[in-house]
């Protein structure tokens, strides 16, 4: 059994986790978990949804792997391309990529190199979700 941990930008993404994939996946014995970027705290209260800047993005994601630590525990992100900050790693860089793919991959690696965890899977998503739909 593996469970997968998606940190998604808003409740699109994450319907189509709860929806969609968890049906697929757990055919084949892998459970998907699904919660939106952490964005604040106000007296307790915590904000999730929303792409509000990358040191957000990775705490929320570094909290929950340090909360899960179970190493068949897997993560990984459903984030849009056009979405991302511009202090996302080697965001300058992909810019001067003509080939969109070739920028997607470039960030995914360099978010995966950041945030240096095996159990960590950057997903960058090339177009915006909701126009898949």
Known sequence: MIRLNFIVEGQTEQLFVHEVLKKHLSMFEVYPYVRRIETGRNKGKIYRGGMTGYLKAK???????REDKDPHARFTTMFDLFALPSTFPKFDESKKLSDPYKKVEKLEYAFQEDLNEKRFIPYIQLHEFETLL
């Open 59 to 65: 705490k929320d994601i570094i909290n929950w792997m």
